[in-house]
DNA sequence: CGCAACGTTGAAATTCCTCAATTCACGTGG
DNA sequence: CCACGTGAATTGAGGAATTTCAACGTTGCG
């Protein structure tokens, strides 16, 4: 793991109307908000919070002040053990959400880690709160959010709950596919922002076992893998593998 | 699995100030709701929804149009795939809140089913979000149930992830026991509501394995179990097997 | 009584993990 | 520019844990 664990005291931007590819923009742009109600939400939130490829957005056991909207890049959220293990619980990319597991204890369970050089906007979560007892549309949009985060838990835990190995893997892989996708990048052709072991820690599975299944999708023309770098080649064979369950989202 | 299918023409009783035991009650009492306030939400709800075992109360693709608050009894949630296959997603007792995993899509995605006689309040979703804009402290609570809900399945991630047979069960038990305790019963001696089979569905198990592990642990003077019966005799040493992770719950 | 569902137990098969050796990519410093 | 070290990835072999298959006992219900 690349993460070391310095107080980060990283670059906020203010918030100005002109912030065309924002992330809290892409967040809130379905809530269906109008001007006026977007520039008070956009008032409440630091933008572009800039973070390295090991920097952390916040440290697990940390009281919570703000959720995060991804806006650019990706990150890990991770729980850590006493003893020292350490499980992914998600991986977020631009328009993701981070945080709301510490509403119920007032405390980060994750660490919030960036995969790559990331950026995003870091929301208040009392004055959020109080604003969107103020704006229907958005405090519909945060439950949403909110239940999107525990739906797509359901599918994880299917996942990891009673998937072979190579099921996994397989999942894994057409989720980040519709995910890039659905960010506008190629859906067949991408860096993988994770290790081995990340991933292997993702799925439950060791790194070996991760390295010999895309070895053995590489033998099948399923993918072609070349270290990080990864094409998909036969979506549809994939598919079949994880039994028709497409249904459900591995990554957010 | 005892569920049978039917659409089932519940039991509705409606709401009365005397209600004193009520689920929605003990779900709401945490939030410091005022006698006016009470009353609104009661107002709102149905109470006493009455499923027997195998009963549900709802199925997975209907349409969002109500959360439910555990009364009394357990109920399971669970996904099910096209395929055929099943996986229990959680188990909620009283004061536990159902359905927010259809808060984003509009549709529920898990069937809840009863697994042993047990009650609960029906709350229109939209109402109660309206109401809770007029109720800031509603609205906390209600965020506070649905972050316990996404920390909840983090834990149990936690747990299918990168857990032996043995830790998973001895965390089922303890979970279950703790949650029982917090809700006035025995925390060393109980039924267990769940056949071998579910268990083995939620943990990510065999049944047999299930079984097996329960005999290990019985061999061992950790647990007496005779079938559904359960008694835990040493949980000192079952916390021990856990590796301390005592910190996340199993079962809310 | 007899059937059906549940639970237990054993043995064989399989999957996945652990340990270990090797290669590859990349950055550093001579 | 190349040697070197480091961390990541691959691959193999052996072993442990879990699943699968199968037999059998128990309980409850029609």
Sequence with gaps: MAGMCLPTPLLFHHAHAGCPSCGLLAWCRPAGLNALQTDQLFALAE???????????????????????????SVKS???????????????????????????????????????E???????????ER????IPALQRHFNAAMGREISRNYGLMLQLGSMS???????????????????GYSSTKFNLRLSRMEIGNYLGLQLETVSRVLSRFSKDRLVAVNHRYTEIRNPGGLRKLTGECQNIRAVH
């Excluded at 293990?85 to 960036?114: H, M, N």
């Excluded at 190995?165 to 960010?183: C, D, H, K, P, T």
């Design 118 to 128: 990331s950026t995003a906007c870091r929301v208040p979560f009392g004055e959020f």
């Design 47 to 73: 933008h572009r919070r800039v973070a390295k490829r090991g920097e952390f957005l916040h440290h697990a056991g940390a009281a919570l002040k703000s959720l995060h909207v991804i806006r650019s890049g």
């Design 131 to 134: 604003l969107s007892r103020s």
């Design 165 to 183: 190995a190579e099921q996994r893997v397989a999942f894994f892989l057409l989720g980040l596919s519709e995910q890039l996708a659905s960010r």
């Design 78 to 116: 991770c729980i850590k053990h006493e003893d020292g293990r350490e499980q992914i619980t998600g991986i977020s990319f631009s328009g993701g959400l981070t945080g709301t597991e510490a509403i119920d204890g007032g405390k980060y369970l994750c660490d919030v880690v960036a995969l790559e």
